[in-house]
């Protein structure tokens, strides 16, 4: 394996890569967030091992950074934040696993080699359909039946993440985190009213998006 560690604290940074050369791992190294981001943006790592608390550029950022620029090395975040909302900005942030310092390296060891083990993520699905619906993702446009539908950015995104989730239950909290961004109930009825403006516009194919009473919505013919 080709792991990146990306850690300012020597003594740490040393004793990590000395482990995994012994174990017949090549080991590259990077002392602030900003020097991680460009060897990691390289795509030739195996894992990412990232602390949070990085100079220059933290942690969270370096992550946010490579996932929006398609690079989705696995990530291991390496740290000493240990609260259960510190975990999950880590995992939001697009980590794949979390480990607090102190630390064993054998569990460390093993971590690094089970992301090393997972399966590459598919390529982007650039069309999405459900009946005559086709939402098409890189052109950003969306087709009814045989005529091309306009929406609007908030529109779109809800019908995507909705297709994206076929025959699944979407609740009101997971449309209000995705779609809104909010990560706390606003109390309003914006969820309901973008529903109910997204089926108008689609017409008699409205009926795709289907409201179950008490637990939220689901797509499907």
């Not at 604290?9 to 995994?20: E, F, P, Q, T």
């Amino acid at each position: 394996m080709k792991i990146l560690i990306v850690e300012d604290d020597s003594s740490i940074a040393d004793y990590l890569v000395k482990g995994l050369t012994e174990a017949g791992h090549v080991a590259d190294r990077a002392g602030t967030g900003h020097d991680g981001l460009m060897l990691a943006s390289q795509g030739v790592h195996d894992v990412l091992v990232v602390d949070r608390l990085l100079p220059e550029l933290d942690g969270l950022s370096m992550v946010k950074a490579l996932r929006n620029m398609k690079i989705a090395t696995p990530v291991l975040f390496l740290t000493a934040l240990s609260r259960v909302d510190q975990r999950v900005e880590g995992f939001e942030a697009g980590g794949d696993d979390y480990l607090v310092k102190p630390f064993a390296f054998s569990e460390f060891m093993a971590r690094v080699t089970a992301l090393a083990r997972r399966p590459p993520l598919t390529k982007i699905e650039p069309v999405l359909t459900c009946g005559s619906v086709s939402l098409d993702r890189l052109k950003r446009n969306v087709n009814v039946a045989t005529h091309v539908v306009d929406f609007q950015p908030r529109e779109f995104a809800l019908l995507e993440y909705l297709l994206l989730h076929q025959g699944e239950i979407v609740t009101r909290t997971m449309l209000l985190e995705k779609v809104w961004d909010f990560h706390f109930d606003p109390r309003t009825n914006v969820v309901e009213t973008l529903v109910s403006r997204l089926r108008a516009k689609l017409g008699p194919e409205g009926q795709i998006i289907h409201t179950l009473r008490g637990s939220g919505y689901m797509a499907k013919e």
